[in-house]
């Protein structure tokens, strides 16, 4: 398969692909000020990019927001077991038999609630409106802890199959073997991931690789950004794509975009 923007014969070709794209976004504390303001630009800039009048419904994207956890919220009731209006959207990683799978929230395969805090932004299922992407990226707040890999986890979430009954109609993921369509996930952070909760499982860097392979393993192209981050994050986000042609390093807003 061609990776983004990129066609095997001719521009017909590529005029004629489909992709399914989330982006993981890093809005831990150490992300506030100028640093979010930037991740905005950039989100919103590689949005108008690729979804153009020309591509239609063809191109959809979706993002995640992730910090010390992940906030379901109103999608909450259907990924958290005996989840009650009241309680809280903060999710933590699986534990069950579908710990490092991209199955659908089911008995022994629903999220986990040992998260205490979240951000109060959530996630966009997959869309072809640039405006409805637009204003939920604007809505972007910064604090917390870095659970990168439930990052990682909620961005394959967006665009797999197995989620179809999760996400409203139009959102819906394609199949993984679609004819002609891909499957990317751009994964964002500016630091380590330092945040885990269930027992047993390894640390957040860790579980973030695994995750990453199993992706991979489903066709999925993952591509990642270090924006301004340390040694360790790097070699984490090097390792998540698989490859130094998917990896990049950002240390200014204008290398981001």
Not at 36 to 45: H, P, R, V
Not at 108 to 121: E, F, H, I, L, V
Not at 145 to 170: C, M, N, Q
Request: glycine residues 8%; hydrophobic residues 40%.
């Amino acid at each position: 398969k061609p990776e983004i923007g990129v066609s095997n014969s001719s521009t017909a070709q590529a005029a004629i692909t489909k992709l399914d794209l989330a982006l993981m976004l890093d809005v831990s504390g150490s992300m506030g000020g100028q640093k979010l303001t930037d991740l905005k630009t950039a989100a919103k800039d590689a949005a108008a990019r690729l979804i153009t009048a020309r591509t239609g419904d063809r191109v959809r994207i979706s993002f995640n927001t992730y910090s010390t956890s992940v906030n379901a919220g109103i999608f909450a009731d259907k990924v958290i077991e005996d989840w009650e209006a009241g309680d809280s959207t903060c999710v933590s990683e699986r534990e069950g038999n579908a710990k490092w799978k991209d199955d659908a929230p089911a008995p022994n395969k629903w999220m986990g609630d040992r998260a205490t805090s979240c951000p109060t932004s959530s996630f966009l299922p997959l869309t072809s409106d640039l405006n409805v992407f637009n204003t939920a990226i604007n809505g972007l707040n910064a604090g917390g802890w870095t659970a990168g890999h439930l990052g990682v986890a909620w961005s394959w979430y967006l665009i797999s199959p197995e989620w179809d009954d999760i996400w409203p109609a139009a959102s819906k993921p394609r199949a993984y073997d679609e004819y002609n369509a891909l499957k990317a996930v751009i994964l964002m952070t500016d630091g380590m991931f330092n945040t885990q909760y269930g027992p047993g499982m390894g640390n957040s860097d860790n579980q973030a690789k695994k995750l990453c392979q199993k992706m991979r393993d489903e066709g999925v192209i993952v591509y990642a950004v270090a924006f301004d981050a340390p040694w360790s994050a790097k070699r984490s986000l090097e390792d998540c794509a698989g490859s130094s042609d998917r990896y990049f390093e950002a240390g200014n807003s204008e290398e981001l975009r």
